[in-house]
Structure formats: structure tokens, C-alpha cells
């Protein structure tokens, strides 16, 4: 069975590089903020703007928390 991560509990290694820019999205590169990871398909994609704009909403600053999404394509 599958589940999430509580809030605090460390995240396990992983390392996505975003395809626009190349900046890199990993534990080591977000310590120190908190971390959204949205996985959807391309057809949710409209969802991605829905969270985005709620956090940006809490957490105007990307120093604050990072959003990636990432897609399956």
C-alpha cells in the first residue's frame, strides 16, 4: 500500500530536472523549504495552476516552498 509523507517526515532521495530551465528539484536543492510535488497527467494539467495559486496564496516566495509538477506524459 501506498502513502504519503507527514508533514516533517524526511522525503527519500530523488533528483527531477525541469525541462524548461534544467534547474534541478531534489531534497538537497530545496533543504530548508518546504517542497509540493504535484504528479498529474497532461489531461490535469489545469489542476497544477489551481494548487499553485492556493500555496502562492500562503507562501507568496518560492524561498518559502517550491512547487514542481511533474507530468505523465
Request: charged letters at 25%; aromatic letters at 6%.
Amino acid at each position: 500500500m501506498e502513502r504519503g509523507l507527514r508533514v516533517g517526515e524526511r522525503a527519500p532521495y530523488f533528483r527531477a530536472l525541469a525541462a524548461g530551465s534544467g534547474r534541478e528539484v531534489s531534497p538537497r536543492t530545496c533543504a530548508g523549504r518546504r517542497l509540493v510535488l504535484i504528479f498529474h497527467a497532461q489531461s490535469t494539467a489545469w489542476t497544477v495552476e489551481r494548487v499553485n495559486r492556493a500555496v502562492r496564496e500562503r507562501y507568496p516566495s518560492s524561498e518559502e516552498v517550491v512547487v514542481a509538477s511533474v507530468v505523465d506524459l
